[in-house]
Each structure stands twice: as C-alpha cells, then as structure tokens.
C-alpha cells in the first residue's frame, strides 16, 4: 500500500505536495460534486499501480464527503468505468 496524503484539492504521493511522485487533482463542482481533472505518476512509480489507488482514494473521499464525481481525466474515468465498485460514485 502505498502511502497516499492529502493536499489542497488533490491526493499525491511524496514528501513535497509541490513536487509529488504521483498525484490525482480534483476540484469541487456545485455542492455535491467532485471533478477529477487528472492523475500523474513519475516514470519512478510508473507501472507499481500508484495511479488506481489515487483514484480508489478520491472515490472514498467522495463517498466520506456525500459527493459525486465527473471525471475529466481519461484514467480516472477508465478506472472507474472498469470497476463495479466505483460505479456509486459516477456524476449522472
């Protein structure tokens, strides 16, 4: 498990929020909704599966916080199109 933080509107992995090894970017929209505008990951912790738990970690924020998400970002919205779990989640 990798250990994911929270930041000023993202989750990112790293020591520095300003220069994180990998980070997921999500900003509010209305009262209830989250959009995920995109998830980055350095070639460092490319392929370790760094990227899925950025976006499990937003879908749980958005659960905690009673909100729904629109994706913007092509992975997230790949990664949660792909599974069942997530679909609770999804922006009507």
Do not use: W
Request: net charge negative; glycine share 6%; with cysteine.
């Amino acid at each position: 498990m990798t250990d994911i933080k929270k930041g000023d509107n993202k989750f990112f992995v790293g020591d520095n929020e300003e220069k994180p090894l990998a980070e997921i970017i999500f900003v509010p929209a209305d009262d209830d909704k989250l959009i995920i505008e995109h998830t980055i990951v350095s070639n460092e912790l490319s392929g370790q599966g760094v990227a899925g738990e950025l976006v499990e970690k937003v879908v749980n924020y958005a659960r905690e916080e009673g909100k729904k998400i629109i994706t913007e970002c092509s992975y997230a919205k790949s990664k949660i199109a792909k599974t069942p779990e997530f679909q609770d989640v999804l922006a009507q």
